[in-house]
C-alpha cells in the first residue's frame, strides 16, 4: 500500500548527541515535509523540499538539518544545537504543484533525557 | 509569520451533541482544509476547500470556507467517543506548505 513510514516511532537520546528520523513514501510525491509538534502548539513547518538535491528552511529550522539524496527519501537530523528536541516529529509529502492536502505519516516521538 | 487563530482551544461535550469550532485569519488564502489527529498518530484529512462560501459535508461533518477567504468552521453533528482528538484547521502556504492553527481538543463524554 502505497503511503509515508516514519521510523523510529519512539526515541531517546541523551543531551549532546545528534539523532536522524527516518522518513521514506512511496506515493511518487515531488514535495516532502517536516513539521514538529508541541503541546498546545500545533505543528511548525522545519524544512521542506520539493525536488530531489534541493531543500529550503521552514520556520524553526535551527538545530535541523535535512538531506534529499532520493525523492522517496526525506531524513531529519536533530542536532546537539536544538536547545528543546523533545517533541513529536512529523513527516508529510504532497504531489505538488499547487496546495492541498498533505499526507502525513505517523510520526516520531524524540525523548532527550 | 502568518497565524491562524484557531477556537475554541479545547471543549467537553456530552455524546450527541453537535460541536462548532472556527479558524480565522488577518490574511486571505484560497485553501482551507480541516484535519483530525488521534493521539499519537499523524493528522488524517477530513475536508478540504477551495472555493470561497464553499460548504462540504462528509459524514457528521461540515465545513464552509468563509466568503471572505479569511475563516472557516468544522461542525460536527451527533458526536460519538471516536469523535475524541485535536483538530486542526490549515490553509496553502507559498511553497506547497501548509499553515497550521493550533488546534482544537475534543473530548466527549460517554
Known amino acids: 500500500d502505497g503511503g509515508i513510514t516514519q521510523s523510529p516511532k519512539y526515541l531517546f537520546r541523551k543531551e549532546g548527541q545528534n539523532v536522524t528520523l527516518s522518513c521514506e513514501q512511496n506515493?511518487?510525491?515531488?514535495?516532502m515535509y517536516w513539521y514538529r509538534q508541541d503541546p498546545g502548539q500545533g505543528l511548525r513547518l522545519i524544512y521542506y523540499?520539493?525536488?530531489?538535491?534541493?531543500?529550503q528552511k521552514g520556520d524553526i529550522a535551527e538545530g535541523y538539518s535535512v538531506s534529499r539524496e532520493k525523492k522517496e527519501s526525506f531524513p531529519l537530523t536533530v542536532t546537539s544545537a536544538q536547545k528543546n528536541p523533545t517533541a513529536f516529529y512529523l513527516c508529510a509529502s504532497h504531489p505538488l504543484p499547487g496546495t492541498g492536502e498533505l499526507f502525513f505519516g505517523e510520526g516520531s516521538r524524540l525523548t532527550v533525557l | 509569520g502568518q497565524q491562524l487563530n484557531q477556537s475554541p482551544q479545547s471543549m467537553f461535550i456530552q455524546e450527541g451533541e453537535d460541536v462548532s469550532m472556527n479558524c480565522t485569519s488577518s490574511s486571505i488564502f484560497n485553501t482551507w482544509l480541516w484535519y483530525k489527529q488521534d493521539p499519537g498518530e499523524g493528522p488524517v484529512l477530513l475536508i478540504a476547500?477551495?472555493?470561497?462560501?464553499e460548504l462540504t459535508s462528509n459524514g457528521r461533518l461540515t465545513a464552509q470556507f468563509g466568503i471572505t477567504r479569511k475563516d472557516s468552521f468544522l461542525n460536527i453533528s451527533a458526536s460519538i467517543p471516536s469523535d475524541v482528538g485535536i483538530y486542526f484547521c490549515?490553509?496553502?502556504?507559498?511553497?506547497?506548505?501548509?499553515?497550521f492553527g493550533k488546534g482544537t481538543k475534543l473530548s466527549v463524554k460517554p
Open positions: 523540499s520539493q525536488i530531489v538535491n534541493d531543500f
Open positions: 490549515a490553509v496553502g502556504g507559498s511553497q506547497g506548505n501548509l499553515i
Open positions: 506515493l511518487n510525491h515531488d514535495a
Open positions: 476547500l477551495y472555493k470561497a462560501g
